[in-house]
């Protein structure tokens, strides 16, 4: 079968969406499927890719941006013929809504949501927009959908609460490929920090991961031989932390590394005491699952689908979102406690062995694709007699 996927962007930009896409096509081209994948020929980083390219035996389509508004609020038109069935990535991305109806009727649908449709809005104004565009185009998107696919059960709670009880729903976490559990040199990530033991944050370097409160929080901290590693590419907020970090007289002990390969990422997150992801939404927190797969604890942010991955006490922390303090003494407590460190690495390095392993997750994808296509088939029968 053909399955043609949509999806912002794509390879070669780096993203949690973009691996999601990248493993799952290659999953299902192992087990002899075609897989065509439609995106913006504008790239993040102000490039423009080519039309049209072959990745690790993928067809990758890009067309040019009819709006431009943002990452998700942009349109390109995909040009989808002979597909067996379409699957959708994430929620609120206009080209989605463009390719469902274009699309609905003739093949199945999939759409995963990822990001996340609870996350709240930061200001009245995204409130507003994101009213208007959940009523007149969002949710007819979703009511398109022959599947919904969630990353967490924070987003079934979500539509179950907007009267889409009725709607196929399933919750399939987004997974680590099989490099993500190669063991990291946790000596080279010290070499690569700059400092023997450090805090790590990995993600993009935006206002909404709330890194200004990770400072805040190292900042409290009394020990004066700990570092603070951030990792990741700017988007928009790099100069306002190092003000920051300055104002809190810590610069000479926070590192910004920006976006490194996915060696050293796993040789960094091998070397930390911990992890914090301190981010106003969450819909998974797919870095969380890395810092696992390196066998390091981790403290975030209680958000999103933070609580539902996250088992307090036993493979992670949690702390409210903004509460400044309470990361400090969790952090603080974590770090004064090494042993304690070390089991709640170890049982989230087994967890997500057993549970987010994309080899454990990829088929469950190809069920609901197989079940689907046969369901439209079915239904087409009678009228083809």
Partial sequence: MRIDQVTPHFLPDVGGVESHVHQLARYLLSRGHEVVVHTSQHSPRRTRLPQAEVIDGITVRRYRNVVRLGYYATVFRPEIRGADLV????????????????????????????????????????????????????????????????????????????????????????????????????????????????????????REKSIDDLLRAFASLASKNLGLVIVGP???????????????????????????????????????????????????????????????????????????VVREGVDGLTYRWGHVRELSEKLASLLADPGRAERIGSAGRERVQTEFAWDTIAPRFLVWYETLIAERRADEAPSQG
């Fill in 234 to 308: 700017d988007a928009g907020v790099r100069h306002s932390l190092e003000s920051l970090a300055h104002d809190l007289h810590v610069a000479d002990r926070v590192r910004f590394l920006g976006e490194v390969d996915e060696p050293t990422k796993r040789d960094l997150l091998a070397g930390c005491e911990v992890l914090v992801l301190p981010s106003f939404y969450e819909s998974q927190g797919i870095v969380i699952l890395e810092a696992w797969a390196q066998g390091r604890p981790v403290i975030a942010s209680r958000v999103g689908g933070v609580p539902y």
């Fill in 87 to 206: 699957h959708l990535h994430g929620y609120g991305h206009w080209s989605n809504d463009w390719s469902a109806r274009r699309g609905a009727g003739s093949v199945p649908i999939v759409y995963s949501l990822h990001h996340g449709l609870a996350n709240p809005s930061s200001t009245p104004m995204a409130a507003l927009r994101r009213d208007v565009y959940d009523r007149f185009i969002g949710f007819p998107t979703l009511r398109r959908s022959n599947l919904l696919v969630a990353a967490s059960q924070a987003d079934v709670e979500w539509l179950h609460r907007r009267e889409f009880e009725h709607a196929r729903v399933e919750v399939i976490p987004t997974g680590l490929e099989a490099d993500a559990f190669e063991l990291g040199d946790a000596e080279r990530g010290h070499t690569r920090a700059g400092v023997e033991s450090y805090v790590l944050f990995v993600g993009r370097l935006h």
